[in-house]
């Protein structure tokens, strides 16, 4: 994915002249200071090239504000009427470069150009040394991940709403909060991310709150200021917060609620300015019906609920994020001019990534570092074999599964077939696998489906397969009658061989 440069020039034709003079990098237009800011909360840009001259404001006045959102970001400031003192206050107020205009294409494209790779040098740097906690780019080209964007900036415009981030393990929650604290007016300050399940209560209830001198055997002469503390007029990410137990969760709720809070062993209560952005795996709704989380933290925490979908979930984001991660990895690995073979890209595609974008970073990285040639090759990945599921894509060059006797791929009524691969013919597959198309979002016809299996599994003994499914037998007769299933639909599916 090309990195990013944002112009901000009220003149039309040397906007135009730099986006020219950059056809690798994608570039980003603004003609005012108010049009740069939303570029740059939209387009979160590598590089800014910012005129001394708006009609809204100064270049320099635009500096802090761009560098809120994006402390690390170079830029470079462009002004008609140089001076000393003007490129003494530049430098001191965070400008990278000062050009004076007129100027060269060739001068600018070489001064972005040793930018960027000292950016790309101060992340490998960064990845290689275990502080790689720089600004990440989100990859969104399906539907769903669009979404995630669009919630993400909504979220970020508010910059005092709790926000509970769910997904799988893998999909990127916390990617998710630092998109948001980036993206919002507390940029400049913390971001503190903390995992609620590394730690032991006592332990965990120290790290977030602090603690006083003497609190506990152990205890820091001078006392610990906690994590919220650190944090204040930032962010703190609670991942894993599912896990965080019952009595801390009463302490959490105060300090949601009054923003303030005591430290372990003390007597005066603490106020802080803080977003809190929650993050779990877990079905937070099904853990207050058991018991073990508070239902007035859930729907505090749950102010803005953000669900991320799992990567399979997502195919059309599956090859994006993957050339994105071989064009830093290679770079930082040492592996430049390396790329994906056909063959890998359809296995990624048909992969199912239970470990979601963190395996598919891992295998990434495992293929760069292992790939013999100049092509990674599907072996090179190390997928696990019995995770692949049929594919369904004549563009990759597949052939389509064959569906069952008498469906149609198109048919969109509840009882149609789904179009299977049948799985005695698919080795990889574990037996009692129901195998669901790429794409298929039609629950009535995945219900139909799982009905069918179950059906199939039990003889047609509809006592068992009540059981199995988790509903009373009266319920099953109507759902097979709301579904339109009968015997005969039982037999078709066994014919098609759709389950082992």
């Known amino acids: 994915m090309p990195e990013t440069l944002l112009v901000v020039d009220d003149e039309p034709a040397i906007r135009t002249a730099i986006a020219k003079a950059f056809p690798d990098l994608t570039v980003l237009q603004a003609a005012s200071g108010e049009q740069a800011l939303l570029a740059m909360r939209d387009g979160y840009p590598d590089l800014t090239i910012l005129d001394q001259k708006l009609p809204d404001c100064t270049g320099l006045d635009l500096v802090a504000k761009l560098r809120a ?43 972005v150009g040793l930018l960027l790779d000292k950016q790309r040098l101060g992340r490998q ?85 602090g603690y006083e001198r003497g609190a506990f055997t152990g205890a820091d002469v001078k006392g610990k200021a906690g994590l919220f ?22 302490k959490l709720l105060r300090a949601l609620q009054e923003r303030r809070f005591r430290r372990v062993g003390g007597l005066i209560d603490v106020e802080v300015d803080v977003r809190v952005v929650a993050a779990t795996n877990r079905d937070l709704r099904a853990e207050v019906i058991a018991g073990r989380f508070r239902q007035d933290l859930y729907f505090r925490l749950r102010v803005v609920p953000i669900p991320v979908p799992a990567l ?15 064009k830093r990895l290679t770079v930082e690995l040492g592996r430049p001019g390396l790329s994906l073979s056909d063959e890998a890209r ?68 509840p009882n149609s077939n789904f179009p299977l691969t049948p799985a005695s013919r698919t080795p990889d597959v574990p037996r009692g696998t129901l195998l669901i198309p790429p794409g298929e ?60």
């Open 312 to 326: 399979r979930e997502r195919p059309d984001d599956i090859l994006p994020l993957a050339d994105h991660l071989i």
């Open 346 to 413: 359809a296995a990624m595609r048909t992969y199912v990534w239970p470990g979601n974008v963190r395996e598919l970073a891992n295998a990434i990285e495992r293929a760069v570092i292992g790939a013999e040639g100049q092509t990674i090759l599907a072996a090179d990945l190390v997928l696990d074999e019995e995770l692949f599921q049929p594919v369904h894509d004549q563009a990759a060059g597949l052939r389509p599964a064959p569906a069952g006797p008498g469906s149609s791929p198109n048919s969109s009524q």
């Open 125 to 209: 740097v960064a990845r290689l040394s275990g502080k790689n906690q720089g600004r990440q780019s989100m990859i969104a080209s399906s539907g769903a991940m669009k979404q995630v964007l669009g919630m993400i900036k909504r979220v970020a415009a508010v910059p005092s709403t709790t926000v509970l981030i769910q997904g799988e393990s893998g999909v990127g929650k916390e990617l998710v909060a630092r998109a948001i604290h980036e993206r919002s007016a507390r940029a400049g300050k913390q971001f503190i991310a903390i995992n609620c399940a590394a730690l032991s209560e006592h332990l965990l209830e120290a790290e977030l709150f």
């Open 441 to 500: 979002r039609d629950l009535a016809r995945i219900e139909a489906q799982i009905i069918r299996a179950v059906l199939h599994e039990t003889g047609n003994q509809k006592s068992k397969a009540a059981e199995q499914l988790g509903i009373n037998r009266t319920t099953l007769y109507n759902k097979l009658k709301e579904l339109g299933l009968g015997a005969a639909d039982v037999s078709e599916d066994r014919a098609a061989g759709s389950l082992t």
């Open 69 to 111: 959102i994006d402390p690390d970001m170079p830029v470079v400031l462009l002004t008609g009427h140089g001076s000393v003192d003007l490129a003494v206050e530049a430098l001191k107020q965070g400008v990278t470069d000062f050009i004076e205009k007129p100027f060269k294409l060739e001068r600018l494209r070489t001064t």
């Open 229 to 250: 503390e650190v944090a204040d007029g930032g962010t703190i990410f609670l991942d894993e917060v599912g896990e965080m137990p019952l009595t801390l969760q009463t």
